[in-house]
């Protein structure tokens, strides 16, 4: 058990919905990811949000937005959805925000669009 | 942009055979270097890592080393077990100069050891 919550752990709705993922860090833990994983695209790097704002982006669509609250658990809003977004989103935590930090994956939720 | 390169799987392999798992790295500035794996239906959790230049990170019997002259991370084991099957990604994390540390991940090498 890594520490990391993501709730809910499976999730199909319909296209052109509006879905919200969301994740608890590990207790302490400042630092939060986004991760999408498919079979064509492999593992990629969403967002990251640090104590509440917002770190880094990667390849995260426009349809697609997150969120870090005060509590330091987070959100991702994912909209429009088309079938090209059914994946394994997962969330990561770290300590800090710095390049040698460990991340810690919580078990991630499966999104199915039909 | 970074980028990781992996060998492809899956890797099939006999219990206590010798494992290699190639990684290497293109990044633009000097990264840290880790190999995460992920067993069926779980999250990624860290195998190792290593921060600077000639680094050997190690857990579990797994090793490997941070090789900069040849931009490589190679994972290492000398004997595998049936509970090593698990896909194994190499990863890095970098400053490209925007002053955050964006993951980069492979795309993941599958294991499958029998008995």
Redesign the interface.
């Known amino acids: 058990d890594?520490g990391?919550t993501q709730t809910p752990k499976h999730l199909i709705t319909a296209t052109g919905q509006r879905v919200t993922l969301r994740c608890s860090p590990r207790s302490g833990d400042l630092s939060v990811?986004w991760?999408q994983q498919s079979l064509d695209q492999?593992?990629q790097?969403l967002i990251?949000y640090y104590n509440g704002e917002e770190?880094?982006k990667?390849n995260i669509l426009e349809r697609f937005s997150a969120q870090q609250f005060p509590d330091l658990h987070s959100e991702l809003n994912l909209s429009s959805l088309e079938l090209g977004d059914s994946a394994l989103y997962?969330c990561?935590s770290s300590a800090r925000?710095?390049?040698?930090?460990?991340?810690?994956?919580?078990?991630?939720t499966r999104l199915t669009v039909l | 942009g970074n980028s990781v390169t992996q060998m492809e799987g899956p890797v099939t392999l006999s219990e206590e055979a010798f494992l290699t798992i190639n990684c290497t790295y293109t990044a633009t500035g000097y990264p840290s270097l880790f190999w995460y794996v992920q067993y069926p239906g779980e999250g990624l959790q860290l195998l190792l890592k290593a921060t600077k230049a000639d680094d050997k990170g190690s857990n579990k019997g797994f090793e490997a080393t941070y090789r900069k002259e040849t931009t490589s991370f190679h994972l290492e084991k000398g004997s595998v077990q049936v509970s090593d099957s698990a896909v194994y990604f190499c990863a890095l994390s970098d400053l490209p100069g925007g002053g955050s540390y964006i993951p980069t991940f492979g795309r993941g090498t599958s294991l499958i050891v029998h008995p």
Do not use: E, I, K
């Open positions: 890594s990391v990811y991760y492999g593992l790097f990251q770190r880094a990667g997962f990561a925000a710095a390049s040698t930090d460990t991340q810690y994956f919580g078990p991630g």
